[in-house]
């Protein structure tokens, strides 16, 4: 009278053969297939290949070629991340450098091996949800299959017999199921019930956010732009190539894509810890800005601080390093002044010691009247203390000294070689001599001035400005891998959280017209939920359908329904095992 | 000038209260100390006990091995006849092995040890978390500027877990022995090797990303530690399992000590369903860092060394998570790689901070 299960297909999940179809589609997961070798044809190996590289097999392995192929990326310099690691890196290693460029090593994240190990992922990754989502869609559709004819085989099972009609018992419990939220029907003599899918749709929604975010990732690689610009306070900045001091895009950018605006540094501000072990720890570094978009923008003001870039557009404006620029004049022989600018010094260490050059190209004529370049290397430090010469004691500006060493002669500016602006090539200037005939050099605090030998001029040290280094970047796709990243955690906690299963209630007369109700329950994998629910459920039904008392024959012929004498799980359902085992509950 | 005499009565409290943390951080290592020697008595005790539940579950010839049985009582009621129970059978393939009993072994003196060194752990756990709050008052911030308070603070988020389990009832009082040994680990490398003077934070840590990021970093890594203490005894248990299942007697020490931990198959599940549980979080606490990262320094993803191996790490646990679900890797292979993945994030946190150079140079070493 129960409702055979002989047709159906294999189990994929369960690993019972008795539980027939009862089992089967509890997951997507495509089945594992043994590799056999495919049938001869073109059509058959191509087959063979696919249903390889989308099995959860060789997903398995490419995952975790992904992450080893990672590795070496965190490990060696990348010309990606700091060119002059790479170079040092070159130079040490004249052996192993040109193997590591062979094999890319320099770049791995975008090296061919690398590409291919993720992009065999991506189409292994869409060849799975595609067919999973059909099958899925395909559940939803049908209704869950229908009981087992052994509930006494599933790995959570419970029966009783009452008094009250078996109709009646399957009416209450399709209700109970229905009311619980489960997917119910009536399927012969039993009821079939499945909850959990949004565990399913957890798990497909996760494995498309990776698309998305993969997709979102690589356009964003491929459009990307980013480019430096050092701006001394008062000065501006608009956003076109020429301007950078340094920009790197990606492979599909044009320039077209630039965001128009511009902007002006009003002021920098940095303040410091001032006592304590953490004297001189930065604590504010913020940038004023007036800034416009596009040709006609009104002017607008804002602050820039480290955290919190500036956007225009799709343009974000990041303050990223700041250093002193000495507001600097230079008058020749005749009191003219042939220079004035704020010259922008690198900082050397954490309490801003400063070095670079001013570079006077034209306009001065030296004592004779005859035209020459000047070159005076810079030592700046912001906070002078006696008996450290060297080294600045402290980042704010609280006792300025500017060291100055003039050259004069020919910079080699104009030898088409690119030259820093914070170095002096010295191979063709001469250095200016002192009364005693050793090389001129002078401290200098703010209004200072400092003389040329022999009437060749003048360097005043007027004052000190500050300098903002800003990096302006320009990613597309960034609020799609947002969103790809959060549906992913939604959908991966579904898929984690959230358990798929199936319960069984079947109620039958037997033979001495007493009902037997069975219940039974099925999760994907074992859990302590199974059985607590089935519990649950089992005790809100016997209350609506209690017990009969048992009869005094052996249990084995009270049911039809009831499993063959002799399986050995026959006398656990009759005489359960009374030692309690904390086992399953216990756990998280 | 009064502006600065606040400051300087500021730091003076600061420099006070780190003091007042460090203190703390000392005596919890000493009440730490005094617990690990009560586990040790737990463990000790508990080898009086003669009970072999493993052995005897599996060696009692496979005819008499019967599905495991457990009961669900269904509360109360005063029905006269009896509500029907669950019967649970384990799925066909895994032994059925019932769990140990734990370090006491069911030996009443260890099993009094055990309560009293949990008595300790719970007392040291308060002190250490003290030392963790003076430290953050002390530096008006969050206590993991640096690897010296975020060693302090990840052994405070284990032990919490740890108690936290407990608390909910779990039956994980085995884990405490091997969990209070890395704890008084963890903090003597930070007491000795790592310890960093108070001192603030560089403009680029000041973020609320930077809490969500780093707390969650925390918890996670310390979620994934028991689960990884989980795994290695998995490993151990399963083998000392096969080795009876095939008619072999494992060793007296690894009898006794085997013999008390939860079957293979309980330490299986126990530690698939904290990796499970925590990899969603690790998973926003690298998109937490994705949105610090992109706010700091004008990218979400830049391959830094630290980023990369958080990815590595994350992969890991995937492959872990995928190792589950596909045949043939079930059971131990899995368990290696959950044990691999594990490793990499210890790496990321001790390796790329002392041994490569990137932009997430906080390390104070
Ligand atoms: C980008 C790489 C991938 C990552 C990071 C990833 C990650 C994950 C994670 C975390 C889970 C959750 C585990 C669980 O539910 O127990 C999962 C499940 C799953 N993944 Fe992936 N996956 C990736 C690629 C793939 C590919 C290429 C396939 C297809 C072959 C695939 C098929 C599956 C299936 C079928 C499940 C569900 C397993 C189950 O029902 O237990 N995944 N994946």
Not at chain 1, 176 to 191: E, S, T, Y
Not at chain 1, 555 to 576: F, K, L, V, Y
Not at chain 2, 206 to 228: K, P, Q
Request: net charge neutral; glycine share 10%.
């Amino acid at each position: 009278m129960s409702k055979t299960t002989a047709t159906g297909t294999p189990p994929e999940r369960a690993d019972d053969p008795d539980l027939g179809a009862a089992g089967s589609q509890l997951s997507t997961a495509p089945r594992e297939e043994l590799a056999n070798l495919p049938a001869l044809g073109v059509i058959g190996w191509a087959r063979w290949f696919w249903r390889q590289l989308t099995s959860m097999r060789v997903a398995l392995l490419l995952l975790l070629l992904l992450s080893l192929g990672a590795i070496p990326g965190s490990l060696i310099p990348q010309s990606g991340i700091d060119e002059t690691k790479v170079a040092d890196f070159r130079k040490a290693h004249s052996f192993l450098a040109p193997v590591y460029d062979k094999l890319g090593l320099f770049h791995v994240y975008s090296s061919v091996w690398f590409s291919a190990i993720y992009i065999l992922l991506f189409v292994s990754l869409i060849g799975c949800i595609i067919p999973r989502t059909w099958q899925f869609i395909g559940q939803l559709r049908g209704r869950p299959p229908g009981a087992p004819k052994r509930l006494t085989r599933l790995p959570a099972y419970t029966t009783w017999r009452t008094e009250t009609e078996p109709e009646q018992v399957r009416e209450a419990a399709l209700a109970l199921l229905k009311k619980r939220r489960f997917r119910a029907h009536l399927a012969g003599d039993a009821v079939a019930a499945e909850k959990g899918y949004l565990r399913e749709i957890g798990n497909l929604a996760f494995h498309i956010a990776l698309i998305v975010l993969l997709t979102a990732f690589a356009w964003g690689q491929l459009f990307k732009s980013e480019g430096n610009k050092l701006v001394v306070e008062g000065d501006g900045f608009s956003n076109t190539l020429s301007q950078y001091d340094d920009f790197k895009s990606g492979n599909l950018f044009s320039s077209d894509d630039l965001v128009p605006f511009s902007f002006n540094l009003d002021k920098f501000t940095g303040t410091y810890e001032t006592s304590g072990p953490n004297r001189g720890t930065p604590r504010t570094y913020q940038a004023a800005l007036t800034y416009s978009q596009g040709a006609y923008g009104k002017d607008k003001k804002d602050l820039v601080k480290v955290n919190e870039p500036l956007e225009i557009g799709n343009a974000k404006v990041y303050l990223t390093a700041h250093g002193y620029a000495p507001l600097i004049t230079v008058r020749d022989g005749r009191g003219r002044v042939v220079y004035r600018d704020a010259v922008p010094l690198l900082p050397l260490d954490s309490n801003v010691t400063s070095t670079g050059v001013v570079k006077v190209l034209d306009g001065y004529k030296n004592a004779k009247g005859v035209s020459e370049q000047l070159g005076i290397s810079a030592f700046f430090l912001p906070t002078y203390t006696k008996g450290s010469e060297t080294a600045s004691t402290f980042p704010a500006l609280q006792n300025p000294v500017l060291n100055l060493t003039p050259y004069h002669g020919d910079l080699g500016v104009d030898s088409g070689i690119p030259q820093s602006v914070y170095q002096l090539d010295k191979s063709h200037v001469k250095e200016f001599k002192d009364s005693k005939g050793a090389q001129l050099r002078d401290n200098l605090k703010p209004g200072q001035t400092m003389q040329l030998p022999n009437g060749a001029g003048t360097v005043t040290y007027e004052s000190t400005k500050e300098w903002a280094n800003f990096q302006v970047v320009q990613q597309p796709g960034t609020d799609w891998a947002l969103g790809g990243a959060l549906v992913a955690i939604f959908g991966l906690a579904g898929s984690l959280f959230i358990q798929r299963r199936r319960v069984w209630v079947r109620a039958v007369k037997g033979a001495d017209g007493v009902t037997v109700v069975e219940m039974a329950g099925l999760g994907r994998s074992e859990s302590a939920k199974v059985p607590e629910e089935l519990g649950d459920l089992a005790g809100i039904l016997y209350d609506g359908a209690p017990g009969a008392p048992e009869p005094d024959d052996d249990t084995d012929d009270h049911s039809d329904a009831e499993p063959d004498a002799g399986s050995s799980d026959q006398d656990d359902t009759t005489t359960p095992d009374t030692e309690v085992v904390p086992a399953e509950g216990a756990e998280k | 000038m009064t502006l600065a005499a606040g400051t300087e009565l500021a730091t003076a409290t600061n420099e006070h209260l780190a003091n007042i943390s460090n203190t703390l951080i000392y005596s919890a290592m000493a009440v730490y100390t005094l617990a690990f020697f009560t586990y040790i008595a737990e463990w000790i005790f508990g080898s009086r006990s003669k009970i072999a539940r493993t052995a005897n579950a599996l060696t009692a010839g496979k005819a008499a091995a019967k599905a495991p049985v457990v009961t669900v009582n269904k509360a109360g009621g005063t029905a006269v006849l009896e509500r029907p129970k669950v019967v649970v059978r384990a799925s066909a393939g895994a032994r059925d092995v019932p769990d140990g009993p734990g370090a006491h072994g069911g030996d009443e003196q260890g099993d009094l040890y055990g309560r009293i060194a949990i008595s300790l752990t719970v007392l040291a756990f308060l002190i250490h978390l003290g030392g963790v709050v003076a430290r953050a008052a002390s530096v008006e911030r969050a206590p993991w500027g640096n690897m010296y308070e975020f060693n302090i603070t990840f052994s405070t988020v284990a032990v919490g877990v740890y108690l936290t389990l407990l608390a909910l009832k779990k039956n994980i009082r085995w884990l405490g022995l091997f969990l209070i040994t890395t704890v008084l680990l963890d903090l003597g490398i930070a007491v000795t090797v790592l310890y960093t003077a108070s001192d603030q934070l560089v403009p680029a840590l000041h973020s609320y990303w930077l809490y969500i990021h780093v707390s969650t970093a925390i918890l996670c890594g310390a979620v994934f530690y028991v689960g990884a203490v989980g795994t290695l005894l998995y490993l151990f248990k399963d083998s000392y399992e096969t080795k009876l299942e095939n008619g072999g007697t494992p060793g007296r020490f690894a009898t006794s000590f085997l013999e008390r931990l939860p079957a293979s198959s309980s330490l299986d599940k126990f530690s698939y369903r904290i990796n499970a549980a925590v990899f969603p979080l690790w998973t926003f606490t690298i998109i937490a860092g994705a949105i610090w990262a992109e706010s700091a320094w004008g990218r979400y993803w830049g391959w830094d060394p630290k980023e990369t191996w958080a990815f590595i790490t994350w992969v890991a646990y995937a492959c872990y998570l995928h190792a589950r679900a596909t045949a043939g890797w079930k059971g131990r292979k899995a368990a290696y790689l959950a044990l691999i993945a594990f490793g990499c994030w210890l790496f990321n946190y001790y390796g790329v901070n002392i041994f490569v150079s990137g932009k997430h140079s906080y390390a104070g070493v």
